[in-house]
């Protein structure tokens, strides 16, 4: 089965500093990639995700990379906020065969923590 | 508010009780699911129910018991549970099977944060 391995497991930046996530995965026929971010009290929700037919996606201050060769997916956040303070996870699946797109792998999680 | 409703938000319970955690979508999904969310460990997918047909078990134990009576509701059913089983557990849905950039996107509830004593 699909394994996604996250990291870092905390990150700590200054408010405007930019903050990087790396995610791998084991499973070639993965394709659809997806980010959460999980504020205290709530549950996740997907800011931004990326298909196997691109290469990068931005959405204003978030972006997300693929490689699929190197099986690695990275969430960049530029010019952080305070309010950017949350857990985010990395997810993988194929979708592909019938298989639910929402049957998702998901990594241990990235506590992200912004400083005024 | 994301469109997916649970119910309880918090639950304690002894070994010995039944007990049931109730999820409502209101998004017209056609896939709901149930997550189990452990400190320090990944998300963990437990069931899957794509049209009302449950499509995964995920090796989760016979302690959980899952129920999905239409594409808008889904339950899960505890008894004897042990005190390792306390976690969030959090409720999805999801529209599969249609084109476009939408499909699959996961929408979760807030989570039941249930306690096993």
């Known amino acids: 089965g699909e394994n996604v391995e996250q990291h870092p497991s905390t990150l700590s930046v200054q408010e405007g500093d930019s903050a990087v996530i790396k995610c791998t995965y084991s499973d070639s026929a993965s394709n659809y990639f997806p980010w959460y971010k999980q504020e205290l009290g709530k549950g996740p929700q997907l800011i931004i995700d990326?298909?196997?037919?691109?290469g990068e996606k931005k959405d204003q201050r978030i972006a997300v990379t693929l490689n699929k060769t190197a099986k690695h997916f990275s969430l960049h956040i530029t010019e952080t906020q305070p309010e950017d303070s949350a857990v985010y996870f990395c997810?993988?699946?194929?979708?592909?065969?019938?298989?639910?797109?929402?049957?998702?792998?998901f990594g241990q999680g990235t506590i992200l923590t912004v400083h005024p | 508010e994301t469109g997916v409703t649970q119910t309880p938000r918090h639950l304690v319970m002894g070994m010995t009780n039944k007990k049931s955690l109730k999820c409502e979508q209101h998004l017209g999904h056609n896939a709901m699911y149930w997550y189990k969310q452990s400190a320090k460990k990944p998300l963990e997918l437990m069931f899957v129910y794509n049209f009302k047909e449950q499509t995964e078990n995920n090796s989760v134990p016979s302690r959980f018991s899952p129920e999905c009576p239409n594409s808008s509701h889904l339950f899960l059913h505890l008894h004897t549970l042990q005190p390792e089983d306390s976690a969030l557990y959090l409720c999805?849905?999801?529209?599969?099977?249609?084109?476009?950039?939408?499909?699959?996107?996961?929408?979760f509830g807030e989570g039941s944060r249930l306690t096993v004593l």
């Open positions: 997810a993988a699946t194929s979708g592909a065969g019938g298989t639910s797109y929402g049957k998702l792998t």
């Open positions: 990326i298909r196997s037919n691109v």
């Open positions: 999805a849905s999801s529209q599969e099977g249609t084109s476009g950039s939408r499909t699959g996107e996961l929408f």
